[in-house]
């Protein structure tokens, strides 16, 4: 039973447009919720997050909004850049224990 | 710079026989962690170490089983590998347990199993 869901596995942007993730889950006892982006050869690194009180976190480039009825959050990266280009993980946790549940990922290109 | 390492990157082992990959940190965190990622799926976490306490997660197999001779270093062994065991080892740590706790990753163990 897949708790996280990221539907789209690959998305294509121009460079300097606006990428758009999206990510779904299931269980409302989540209370975190976080993006890590991945390159080849190397692990996730952790990218941002956001607690289930808010319902948007902003870091430079990267925004995450969480829609908590619609149980969904999205990442913007705005402008995307060549560098973006990785496969984006979204993970989700609940409050007492940190497990997370992660989708399985988003493939993003940015092309020039 | 403090980081968490893997090795090795790449291991071949036979059906059945025996396994262990290795993982070390140097960020001083309490809690380590391992998962599984199969191809082009989600992680799935396998077991974690709060310190010397160790929590198997309920669908973890018997097959699996990790040490954590000290705060830098965990081990996972894999008693009898299956074919369907052949995946991608996560490692990762974390300053405490609790949610919301960054987890800092290594960069895998890809595990082929003949």
């Known amino acids: 039973d897949q708790q996280v869901k990221q539907n789209s596995p690959s998305l294509s942007v121009q460079e300097g447009r606006i990428s758009i993730l999206n990510c779904d889950y299931t269980n409302s006892m989540f209370d975190y919720f976080l993006w890590y982006k991945k390159y080849p050869a190397e692990g996730p690194t952790f990218l941002i997050s956001?607690?289930?009180?808010?319902d948007k976190n902003e870091d430079g480039r990267f925004t995450v909004f969480l829609n908590k009825s619609a149980k969904h959050l999205s990442l913007h990266i705005v402008p995307s850049q060549p560098g973006d280009s990785a496969v984006y993980f979204c993970?989700?946790?609940?409050?007492?224990?940190?497990?997370?549940?992660f989708g399985a990922g988003t493939r993003l290109a940015v092309h020039p | 710079d403090a980081m968490v390492i893997q090795n090795p990157r790449y291991q071949v082992t036979q059906f059945g026989k025996p396994v262990t990959l290795s993982c070390s940190q140097t960020?001083?965190?309490?809690?380590m962690y391992w998962y599984q990622q199969k191809s082009s799926q989600a992680p799935k976490l396998l077991f974690h170490y709060y310190d010397k306490d160790f929590n198997n997660e309920a669908d973890t197999p018997d097959n699996f089983q990790s040490r954590r001779p000290n705060t830098s270093f965990c081990f996972l062994d894999i008693r009898s590998p299956g074919l369907g065991d052949a995946a991608m080892y996560l490692c990762?740590?974390?300053?405490?347990?609790?949610?919301?706790?960054?987890?800092?990753f290594g960069p895998g163990t890809r595990l082929l199993v003949l």
């Open positions: 990762a740590t974390s300053r405490d347990r609790q949610g919301g706790e960054t987890q800092y």
């Open positions: 956001i607690s289930s009180i808010k």
């Open positions: 993970a989700a946790s609940p409050l007492s224990y940190n497990k997370l549940i």
């Open positions: 960020l001083n965190h309490n809690v």
